[in-house]
DNA sequence: GACGTTGCAGCATTACATCA
DNA sequence: ATGATGTAATGCTGCAACGT
C-alpha cells in the first residue's frame, strides 16, 4: 500500500469512526485536517505510544548538536539517534520542533528590538513636535514685535523725521532677546514658501 | 518529458506531561 | 481538580531526487 492509500484508508477509518469535533478554524475551510486519535488505549498500547520525556542527557547531547549545527544529515541523525538510544524519527522530530521554537525565540527577540526602537523613535518625535512648537512660539512674538516696531516707526516719521527708528538703527539685533541669533533672515520667508528649501517643507504645516 | 515513489523540511496542530 | 505551559509526536503539503 502506497502512501496516498495508506492516509486514504486513515482518513476513511476515521471519518466512519465518527468525527466529533472540528475547530473553528479548519470548520470555515473546504477540506477538513484529520483527527488524532487520543491515546487511550490498553496498557500494552500504552507503553508502546505513550509520550515519553527525554532525559536531561539525551537533551543536553541533542542541543549541544543542534548548537553545532542547525541541520540534520541523515547521517547524523542515526548516528545520534544510536548515542542516545532514540529511534531516528525522534532525533528527527527533536531537531524540527527545536528548529521551530528556535524560529520563535528569533522572532520574539526581533520583535522586542523593533518595538523599543520604535518607542525610541516616538519619543524623538514627541521632543523634535515640542521644540517645534517652542520654535513657533518664538516665531509669533518675534512677528508681533516686528509689527509693533514697525508701527512705532511708521509713527516717528510722521512726527518727527529727525526721531526716526528704523531696523538698520538698532544698535544690537532685537532677535537675540528670542534667542534667535544668526537667523535674521528667517522673517524674510514668505508663508508657504517653505517648499522650496530642501527638507524644510514640513514647516509648512506649522505656518 | 511524464509520472509515480520516496524522503525530508516546514508548518500547524494535537496529545500528553508537568507545574502552579 | 484544573488551567497554563512546554514539548514530543502527528498530519499535511510542497519540493527535489530518482527510477521507470
Given at each position: 500500500?502506497?502512501?496516498?492509500?495508506?492516509?486514504?484508508?486513515?482518513?476513511?477509518?476515521?471519518?466512519?469512526?465518527?468525527?466529533?469535533?472540528?475547530?473553528?478554524?479548519?470548520?470555515?475551510?473546504?477540506?477538513?485536517?484529520?483527527?488524532?486519535?487520543?491515546?487511550?488505549?490498553?496498557?500494552?498500547?500504552?507503553?508502546?505510544?505513550?509520550?515519553?520525556?527525554?532525559?536531561?542527557?539525551?537533551?543536553?547531547?541533542?542541543?549541544?548538536?543542534?548548537?553545532?549545527?542547525?541541520?540534520?544529515?541523515?547521517?547524523?541523525?542515526?548516528?545520534?539517534?544510536?548515542?542516545?538510544?532514540?529511534?531516528?524519527r525522534?532525533?528527527?522530530?527533536?531537531?524540527?520542533?527545536?528548529?521551530a521554537?528556535?524560529?520563535?525565540?528569533?522572532?520574539?527577540?526581533?520583535?522586542?528590538?523593533?518595538?523599543?526602537?520604535?518607542?525610541?523613535?516616538?519619543?524623538?518625535?514627541?521632543?523634535?513636535?515640542?521644540?517645534?512648537?517652542?520654535?513657533?512660539?518664538?516665531?509669533?512674538?518675534?512677528?508681533?514685535?516686528?509689527?509693533?516696531?514697525?508701527?512705532?516707526?511708521?509713527?516717528?516719521?510722521?512726527?518727527?523725521?529727525?526721531?526716526?527708528?528704523?531696523?538698520?538703527?538698532?544698535?544690537?539685533p532685537f532677535?537675540?532677546?528670542?534667542?534667535?541669533?544668526?537667523?535674521?533672515?528667517?522673517?524674510?520667508?514668505?508663508?508657504?514658501?517653505?517648499?522650496?528649501?530642501?527638507?524644510?517643507?514640513?514647516?509648512?504645516?506649522?505656518?
Amino acid at each position: 500500500m502506497n502512501k496516498l492509500e495508506d492516509q486514504m484508508a486513515l482518513i476513511s477509518q476515521i471519518y466512519l469512526g465518527g468525527y466529533p469535533q472540528v475547530a473553528p478554524q479548519q470548520a470555515a475551510e473546504s477540506k477538513p485536517r484529520r483527527r488524532r486519535k487520543k491515546n487511550k488505549g490498553g496498557e500494552n498500547n500504552l507503553s508502546m505510544t505513550k509520550k515519553r520525556k527525554l532525559s536531561q542527557e539525551q537533551v543536553d547531547l541533542l542541543e549541544h548538536h543542534f548548537g553545532n549545527e542547525h541541520k540534520l544529515e541523515s547521517e547524523r541523525k542515526d548516528r545520534l539517534a544510536s548515542e542516545l538510544g532514540l529511534d531516528p524519527r525522534q532525533v528527527a522530530v527533536w531537531f524540527q520542533n527545536r528548529r521551530a521554537r528556535w524560529k520563535n525565540k528569533k522572532l520574539e527577540e526581533e520583535f522586542s528590538k523593533l518595538k523599543s526602537d520604535h518607542d525610541e523613535v516616538v519619543l524623538e518625535k514627541c521632543r523634535l513636535e515640542s521644540e517645534v512648537t517652542k520654535l513657533k512660539e518664538k516665531l509669533c512674538e518675534a512677528k508681533k514685535e516686528i509689527q509693533r516696531l514697525g508701527e512705532r516707526v511708521d509713527r516717528g516719521s510722521s512726527n518727527s523725521p529727525s526721531s526716526s527708528l528704523t531696523m538698520e538703527a538698532m544698535d544690537t539685533p532685537f532677535l537675540g532677546e528670542f534667542g534667535l541669533e544668526g537667523y535674521d533672515n528667517v522673517f524674510y520667508i514668505a508663508e508657504n514658501s517653505y517648499n522650496n528649501i530642501p527638507g524644510m517643507e514640513w514647516m509648512n504645516m506649522y505656518m
